[in-house]
């Protein structure tokens, strides 16, 4: 059984700081690809950020430069650091993990973490 555990989420204002994590456990997991989504009310979920296991690391448009994602490959662990004065309230939404794992490609989802960005 495959669990994503994300936290870091909240409330901050606009042109603050926050940083995501998401813990993956299971027996024999073996990551490829970890990624964060989100999605704002009313809009369909995005592709904010990902990262492979030899760390390629690709983003969406609206956040390169002003977020950066990072694994470590020892804890099954990603993060998401959303960089000082870089936060503006287009960023609210739920942020969801996604992995996808070797060998078959199986992708799981965590259940989400809000944040919110005030102006």
């Known amino acids: 059984q495959v669990q994503l555990v994300e936290s870091g989420g909240g409330l901050v204002q606009a042109g603050g700081s926050l940083r995501l994590s998401c813990a993956a456990s299971?027996?024999?997991?073996?990551?490829?690809?970890m990624g964060w989504y989100r999605q704002a009310p009313g809009k369909q979920r995005e592709l904010v950020a990902r990262i492979t296991d030899g760390g390629t690391t690709n983003y969406a448009d609206s956040v390169k430069g002003r977020f950066t994602i990072s694994r470590d490959n020892t804890k099954n662990t990603m993060y998401l650091r959303m960089n000082m004065n870089s936060l503006k309230p287009e960023d609210t939404a739920v942020y969801y993990c996604n992995i996808v794992t070797h060998p078959w490609g199986r992708d799981y989802w965590g259940q989400g973490t809000q944040v919110t960005v005030s102006s």
């Open positions: 299971g027996s024999m997991l073996s990551i490829n690809v």
